[in-house]
């Protein structure tokens, strides 16, 4: 039985996209159950409150960002790492320059490339 072929994805910053200002978006590796997405946020970025229905679990690889949702406010750092259920109302913003990981359950079709 062939094995199926594995594609890397390098971290690319000429590949990101700009979906808000301060925001840098790059669309990693995924599969139609799941996606993991690298946000490059400078210092200042504030994003939208908003939920989705995905389940999200959040990387904080560099820099300090803070969050909240209805359970509170908190701060997280380089190395740091929460999850944000489904269907929770959230908002985040940059308290440095920071790049962070997001891994989303399923596939975020709202970030899929165009075709």
């Given amino acids: 039985m062939a094995a199926d072929p594995i594609e890397v994805i390098a971290s690319n910053d000429e590949t990101m996209t700009s979906p808000e200002d301060g925001l840098r978006r790059q669309v990693m590796s995924h599969s139609p159950s799941m996606m993991l997405v690298r946000h490059l946020q400078k210092k200042g970025w504030v994003g939208a409150k908003h939920s989705h229905p995905h389940e999200q679990m959040v ?31 959230h908002q985040a913003w ?22």
């Fill in 59 to 89: 990387y904080v690889i560099s820099g300090r960002i803070a969050f909240e949702s209805p359970s509170g406010q908190f701060e997280a750092k380089t190395g740091d790492s929460f999850i944000v259920a489904g269907g929770v109302e």
């Fill in 94 to 115: 940059a308290l440095e320059d920071s790049e962070v990981l997001d891994f989303f359950t399923p596939f975020r079709e709202d970030y899929a490339k165009p075709a």
